[in-house]
């Protein structure tokens, strides 16, 4: 807090513009003083099963610094999920979660600080990417999810011949599709874990494999080899 802020004119201006209406302020800082509870999370929104690791971000002016740490992770309202400095929780209950953090110093002093809905467990959002994996006719094309809060629980479902119907169900992350011609086929896939799902269609393009190999001659230009 500053203190008595410009209490006396300490030097004037006395040439160019501002001569005689300026003047140069001594502020004197003095830092609080206390013990004040804090921290920070790597991530706040996740899926379920994710770690988050937290990190203490407490003040204090105790000579002695900060002797404890308290922490109520799992936001049931009861103190003791950890004693560390800076710890590490997994979550897997959907939705939101406060976090509450308890420090002692070492003359005694204590302060909380709770952070209300601070941790989100939420439904995966679907992504993947594709790759085609050679030039030649059938092409294995792989098929790799990106889904973000997924969490590693997540199972994933794929309808690789656009009926409609998933032929995967509660497989894994990565397939192969294979392309019976350079073209574009529709392919969806379902990421699911235990707050929700989400559903995504991509246009997968086996032509990308031709491109790279035949260049110009091929598929890139909309010459299709069937």
Request: proline share 6%.
């Amino acid at each position: 807090s500053a203190l008595n802020p410009c209490p006396q004119w300490i030097a004037a201006a006395t040439s160019g513009p501002f001569a005689n209406d300026s003047i140069a302020c001594e502020i004197v800082y003095n830092p609080a003083a206390g013990t004040f509870a804090n921290f920070s999370a790597d991530q706040t929104t996740i899926g379920e099963g994710m770690t988050v690791n937290f990190t203490d971000a407490t003040f204090t002016s105790d000579p002695g610094g900060i002797v404890l740490w308290d922490w109520d992770l799992d936001g049931d309202g009861t103190f003791g999920d950890s004693t560390l400095q800076n710890p590490s929780w997994t979550y897997t209950a959907c939705g939101p979660t406060d976090v509450s953090l308890t420090v002692a110093d070492a003359s005694g002093g204590m302060s909380t600080i709770t952070q209300t809905a601070l941790i989100n467990v939420v439904a995966p959002t679907a992504n993947f990417t594709f790759t085609p994996l050679s030039a030649t006719i059938p092409i294995p094309v792989q098929l790799d999810s990106t889904s973000t809060n997924a969490g590693p629980n997540a199972t994933y479902d794929w309808d690789l011949d656009n009926d409609g119907t998933f032929e995967i169900i509660n497989g894994g992350p990565q397939q192969v599709f294979v392309a019976n011609s350079a073209g574009l086929f529709p392919v969806t896939m379902r990421a699911n874990n235990a707050c929700g799902s989400d559903m995504i269609t991509l246009q997968v393009d086996s032509r990308q494999g031709l491109c790279t190999t035949f260049a110009d001659n091929n598929g890139c230009n909309g010459n299709f080899f069937d």
